[in-house]
C-alpha cells in the first residue's frame, strides 16, 4: 500500500525471518503417535480478531483462498475479550471427564475476577509500607511482589481466607479442580502472551476505585443482587448461539457476526508473510 502511493519502506526486523511475533512453525511426522504427516502450527498470532468488511487479513485471508474458522464464544458481543473461555463445555478429566456445571465455572471465573481487581490494592498497599516513615514501619510488612503472579498469588489467597472466614468457603484453599480452572481463566484474563512470573506486579497499574471495591467486598458477586443470575443467562446465551455456529474450516466470503473472530487454519500465518513478502 504505501508502495502504491510513492513511499519506498523498509522493514527492520529483529530475527532472520519476516513476521515479527507471526510465526508459523511445523511439526514433523511422528508415526508411532499415529500422525503420519507434519502439520503446521502457529507460535505466535493465530487469530483474525475483529472481522469485517473493512478488516485488511480477512480480505486478504478471502483473496488467498486461506480457510479459517468463526470462533463462536464471542459472538452475539464480546463479554470479558477474545474467545471467552467461559463459553464452552468444560469438562473435569480427573473426573472421567464429567461436565463443570456452569454455576461452577462461573463461580471460579468471577473468584479469578475479584483476585484481578486486588492485585493493583496489594502492589500499592506493598509500596506505602516501604516509604511510611512512621510505626507502621516498625511492623512486619510483606515486600513489594515480585512479579505479577505473586501480586496475583497474594490477591487470591486473601480473597480466600475472607471468603472462609465469612463462612462462604470450607477452606482457603483452592480445590485441584478450582486451580485448575484458576490456571486457564487466569491466562485469558492477562497471561496469554508473557508468564505471569515474568511480567511486572505493576503491569495491571495501580487499580480503580471500582476494582477495589469489588477485591474488599467478600461477598462479591453475590451482593449484588441480579449480577451472578445475569452472568449465567449471558453465557448460556451465548452457549446456544456457538451451538448453531459449524466449526468446520472454509474460506470466508464475508462475515457472519460483525466483530467476530476466526482461527486462521490452512497454511497459517505463514501463507500472508509469503504472500506479503
Known sequence: LLSAFGARPVVLEARSRLGGRAHTDEFPAAPELGISGSAPVEEGCNYLHGCAEDHPLFLLARHLRLPTALCPGDLGGQYSGWESVEVAEWRDAAAGGEVIPLEEVMDVVCLVKQAVCGIGSIVAACKEAEVDGGAAAQAPRAPVPASLGEAFERAMADVLERRTRAGLRREARLSEREAAMVARIRARFFGFVCPL???P?????SGSGGSACI???????????DLMPGLLRMVR???ALASQV????????EVEDLGEDRLVLGGGFKTFIDFLA
Do not use: N, Q
Open 197 to 199: 512470573g515474568r511480567m
Open 237 to 239: 446465551r451465548k452457549l
Open 201 to 205: 506486579a505493576t503491569a495491571l497499574g
Open 215 to 225: 477485591f474488599e467486598d467478600t461477598e462479591w458477586p453475590r451482593s449484588k443482587g
Open 246 to 253: 459449524s466449526g468446520r474450516p472454509s474460506v470466508a466470503e
